[in-house]
């Protein structure tokens, strides 16, 4: 752990994936990068508050002072918002377990560490979406 200097955890939910970077403490910032620039959390998730409380959950149930310990770099791909803030979050624990494995046995209770497999299912050739078929008809 002393040569790295930061923890890495890439994780996926839906169709977005969100790479973490969790470096020590320098300027207590967790910042999204996009084409445009960088900012922060709290301005990705500009009207929806309940999804940075879903992303810093892990550091919630780890006490008040853990998320004051790091700093983060987060690039996120694909899909929505929920998908995406769902995926940082697993990405933090995910780092977080990589930190210390005494962090595995707070988070793992919380459901924390799990995948959620859901994707979409993909549209079938003869269909009109993936399950809804075409009208029938008698003639």
């Given at each position: 752990?002393?040569?790295?200097?930061?923890?890495?955890?890439?994780?996926r939910?839906?169709?977005?994936?969100?790479?973490?970077?969790l470096?020590?403490?320098?300027?207590?910032?967790?910042?999204?990068?996009?084409?445009?620039g960088?900012?922060?959390?709290?301005e990705?998730?500009?009207?929806?508050?309940y999804?940075?409380?879903?992303?810093?959950?892990?550091?919630?149930v780890?006490?008040?002072?853990?998320?004051?310990?790091?700093?983060?770099?987060?690039t996120v791909?694909?899909?929505?918002?929920?998908?995406?803030?769902?995926?940082?979050?697993?990405?933090?624990?995910?780092?977080?377990?990589?930190?210390?494995?005494?962090?595995r046995l707070?988070?793992?209770?919380?459901?924390?560490?799990?995948?959620?497999?859901?994707?979409?299912?993909?549209?079938?050739?003869?269909?009109?979406?993936a399950?809804?078929?075409?009208?029938?008809?008698k003639?």
């Amino acid at each position: 752990m002393a040569d790295k200097k930061y923890l890495y955890a890439v994780w996926r939910r839906k169709r977005s994936t969100a790479v973490v970077k969790l470096y020590p403490k320098w300027s207590g910032s967790f910042s999204i990068k996009k084409w445009t620039g960088s900012v922060t959390l709290q301005e990705y998730f500009w009207w929806h508050t309940y999804m940075v409380e879903d992303c810093f959950f892990p550091f919630t149930v780890l006490g008040d002072k853990a998320q004051s310990m790091y700093d983060a770099e987060i690039t996120v791909r694909w899909w929505w918002l929920m998908g995406q803030a769902e995926a940082i979050r697993l990405a933090f624990a995910r780092a977080l377990v990589e930190q210390s494995e005494a962090n595995r046995l707070t988070l793992k209770p919380h459901g924390l560490l799990k995948r959620d497999p859901r994707v979409k299912e993909r549209k079938k050739p003869w269909l009109k979406k993936a399950r809804k078929s075409p009208e029938w008809s008698k003639r």
